[in-house]
């Protein structure tokens, strides 16, 4: 068992009544070799799996009221300590560990996030490395004319425009100089603006082909009118905060 509140990493992670996915993140990372300390956050009262529901290594934080994804991980980041903090969703599963090979790209100068590469359940490659979009990309995609994920070759992290949420690993010096999530953003494009605040201030977003997590993607804007008014109107705050003040070269299709 590598759970140990004195660990170095710092993991933070939400369930939405989502205790059937947190149990089997929690065994893949009870079977890691790299130690960490694990906060969970449970956004709604919700009855934990009895594998789970008692831990006392585990760090747990319960919502009076929901609250979104960027309040959430920042509260979760203020409980303090460590070298590195990540984020992960719940509906992630690791087939081996990928700390280590994160550890060493994020170390590198100038690196403020990384994350894995991901995988769909079935092995195929998910777009979590992507351009920075454009308002016509988005239409183009609504058409499925658009994917906007970076191409990955090799095992060598490379750069990407921003990284999906499902995955982040920092180095928390850097989380704290910028400030960590937006919280005006309350469920989706938190991810796309911390990337866009990291270049702009000269730090890479890379992703590590070298290691690898599996993501259970829910996709829930595309089916529930409500996550999809969330996605609307953080498209709209992210517009405004960055259209037209991106970095030229990062991220950028051109680049």
Same mark, same amino acid.
């Given at each position: 068992m590598t759970i140990s509140a004195e660990a170095p990493l710092k993991v933070s992670v939400i369930s939405h009544d989502q205790g059937a996915w947190l149990e089997g993140l929690v065994a893949d990372l009870d079977a890691l070799a790299t130690p960490l300390a694990l906060t969970i956050t449970l956004n709604v009262p919700e009855a934990l799996p009895g594998s789970i529901a008692s831990r006392t290594d585990i760090r747990w934080r319960h919502n009076d009221r929901p609250q979104g994804f960027g309040a959430n991980h920042n509260r979760a980041f203020e409980q303090g300590g460590g070298e590195w903090? !990540?984020?992960?969703?719940?509906?992630?599963? *690791?087939?081996?560990?990928?700390?280590?090979?994160?550890? @060493? $790209?994020? #170390? $590198?100068?100038?690196? %403020?996030?990384? $994350?894995?590469?991901?995988?769909?359940?079935?092995? +195929?490659? #998910? #777009?979590?490395?992507?351009?920075? &979009?454009?308002?016509?990309? *988005?239409?183009?995609? !609504?058409? %499925?004319?658009?994917? /906007?994920?970076? &191409?990955?070759s090799g095992d060598a992290p490379q750069a990407a425009g921003w990284l999906g949420g499902m995955f982040l690993f920092?180095?928390? +010096?850097?989380?704290?100089?910028? /400030? /960590?999530?937006? @919280?005006?953003?309350?469920?989706?494009? @938190? #991810?796309?603006?911390?990337? !866009?605040?990291?270049?702009?201030? %000269?730090?890479?977003?890379?992703?590590?082909p070298g290691a690898t997590a599996v993501h259970h993607a829910q996709r829930a804007s595309r089916r529930d009118l409500r996550y999809m008014g969330w996605h609307l109107r953080s498209i709209a705050r992210y517009f405004y905060k960055h259209f037209g003040r991106l970095p030229e070269k990062p991220g950028s299709q051109a680049a």
């Open positions: 903090f !990540a984020v992960l969703n719940p509906d992630l599963r *690791l087939p081996s560990d990928p700390f280590p090979a994160l550890q @060493e $790209a994020v #170390d $590198a100068a100038e690196v %403020g996030v990384v $994350a894995p590469r991901m995988l769909a359940p079935d092995g +195929a490659f #998910d #777009d979590n490395a992507r351009f920075f &979009p454009s308002p016509m990309d *988005l239409v183009r995609k !609504a058409f %499925g004319r658009h994917e /906007g994920r970076v &191409p990955i920092f180095p928390r +010096a850097v989380f704290a100089r910028l /400030g /960590g999530f937006d @919280e005006g953003f309350h469920l989706y494009y @938190e #991810d796309v603006d911390l990337c !866009a605040r990291l270049w702009k201030r %000269g730090y890479r977003v890379e992703v590590v």
